[in-house]
Structures are given as C-alpha cells and as structure tokens.
C-alpha cells in the first residue's frame, strides 16, 4: 500500500512540477514579447537606416545619389526635429542633470546594455550648495547645477552654508543619502 501511495505521490509531484515549469516558460515567453517590441521601437529611425541601405548600391553614381538622398532627408528630419543627434558627452550630461529621478533615465537612451559605457550609471554626484532654505527637521538645498533637494529624515545638521560641497550617492531601495565637507550621513530626496 505504501508503494502505491509513494507512486502516487511521485506522480502528483512530477504533475505539479512540469505545471510550475510550463507556468514559467509561460511567464518567460510574456515578459519577453514587451521586451522584444520595445527593442523593435528602439530600431534606428528610418531615415537613418535609408542612408545606411545606400552603402549596399554597387553602382558608384547611384550610392552616390542615394546617399545625397538620404543625407538630405536626414538634415530635413533633423531640422523638423524628428531626428535627434547626440553626442556620448550630451548623454552623460543628460544622465547626471537627471540623477536623483525615479528611473533616471527613462530608457532615452538605449539602456539595454548593448554599449557598456552608455550604460555607465551615475552612482553619486558631487556639487556645491549655493543656497539653503527651511530648518531643523529638514533643510532644502539648491545646488549649483539648478537641481533641488530636500533633507528626509530628522538627522540634525548645523545649518549647511552656501559654498559647502554635498555628495549625494544612491543609497538603498532607490533612497539618496548626502553628506556636507564630509560630515554625517542623512536622507535626502530630490525635488527638481
């Protein structure tokens, strides 16, 4: 009896095991569709791959009036600003102007890890405060670069001056922490 029973219970198992497996493969297969469409949204402009295509013309006369095709087509998008082009120096200074935002970034710039270096992200920032407002249990601090933050906790700070140098690094669970010329630690949370 005790046979039949562990035979059952095998079965039940094997049962219940292939239907997690299907369940994550199921799971799998829905998370990687959104993911294979959103790089399909990310394909080079049209416009873009147009010139590119000019490269595969073996004719020199026809590549040639191809590509002044196309590059006028891509001076016109860009004018129309359907088209914008940027330089790796822009993207670093976009993703610092944005550091301290929920989901800095927002995908602008291709953050699917293809290009190690454009993925670089932005662990802390280093500026120099150039006004304070607010007061005990909670300071706001404008800082040189134009971006505003606000203390979140009830750490007690002297009153910070203008001129100070703040460090802010990401912290824990998308939480920011900030020290002053090197002093203690506390919260802070960016307003703009």
Known sequence: M?????????????????AALV??????????SPLAAQKDERAAPEVYAKLLE???????GQRLAC???SVSALAEAEAAKDVRIVSREDVKRTRRSLFGFVASGFGLFGDDGED???????????ATIVGVSGGTGGY?????????????????LNRPAAGKTIVIRR?????????????????I????
């Open 23 to 32: 369940g994550m493969a199921a799971a799998a297969a829905a998370l990687a």
């Open 67 to 69: 590509f002044d095709r």
């Open 2 to 18: 005790h046979a039949t029973a562990g035979r059952g219970q095998v079965r039940a198992q094997g049962r219940a095991a292939r």
């Open 116 to 126: 190690e270096i454009e993925q670089e992200e932005i662990k802390e920032i280093t």
């Open 189 to 192: 949370k960016r307003r703009s």
């Open 140 to 156: 706001v601090f404008r800082l040189d670069d134009g971006s505003v933050w606000a203390q979140n906790d009830n750490t007690f």
């Open 54 to 60: 000019c490269r595969s013309i073996t004719d020199d």
């Open 171 to 187: 912290a824990a669970l998308g939480s920011y922490m900030a020290k002053i010329d090197g002093g203690v630690g506390f919260r």
